[in-house]
């Protein structure tokens, strides 16, 4: 039988312990985000209206996830997902949550759940997706380390093999970085 006084389940010493891929860190960390905006909606703000909106775009993001990663570590990714989206609608609508609840395989009622609690750790964001440009089009996008130096994401830009194609047999005149978000490589 669970504990019912421990958050609905622990996900989070689960999932810190693997090597997670960037679309699953990205659902975690939307996952928890989401957790901490209807709380503080229902909790402070008294604001339902942006509560249901999170949810539901949480419940997109879970549902593009699931539509290309099949593997077992991905459901159980969606799976925290979707438990918190269910969680987190169970005040506003009780007994749609309840039958959903049993659906995911739970066999205690949505009742005897927990809120969901934030996990801090999936709220760090250690990479960012970079935009990379070759005259101020749109040539590649890769994700790189957050805290890489100027000079590192030069190498990253001019290392791409799109951005190659682009700048073979030219002249870099200069290369324009906004700090995370995008590298701009003019040539000539």
Do not use: Y
Not at 8 to 17: A, G, P
Not at 28 to 53: E, W
Not at 147 to 168: D, P
């Amino acid at each position: 039988m669970e504990n019912h006084n421990e958050p609905h389940r622990s996900f989070t010493s689960q999932f810190n312990e693997l090597e997670l891929s960037f679309e699953q860190e990205k659902l975690r960390l939307k996952t928890h985000q989401t957790i901490q905006k209807v709380t503080d909606d229902f909790g402070r703000r008294h604001t339902f209206n942006t509560a249901i909106a999170a949810t539901m775009e949480l419940l997109n993001s879970a549902n593009k996830f699931l539509e290309s990663n099949t593997k077992r570590s991905d459901q159980e990714i969606a799976q925290e997902a979707l438990e918190s989206v269910i969680l987190m609608l169970a005040p506003i609508v009780p007994h749609l949550c309840h039958a959903l609840w049993k659906h995911l395989g739970h066999g205690d009622s949505i009742l005897d759940a927990s809120w969901p609690s934030v996990d801090e750790s999936a709220l760090i964001e250690d990479s960012i997706l970079l935009v990379l440009q070759v005259n101020g089009k749109l040539r590649d996008k890769t994700q790189v380390a957050k805290n890489l130096s100027r000079e590192e994401l030069e190498k990253v830009a001019l290392s791409s093999k799109a951005v190659g194609r682009f700048i073979e047999g030219k002249k870099v005149q200069k290369i324009i970085i906004v700090p995370g978000r995008l590298i701009n490589v003019v040539v000539s």
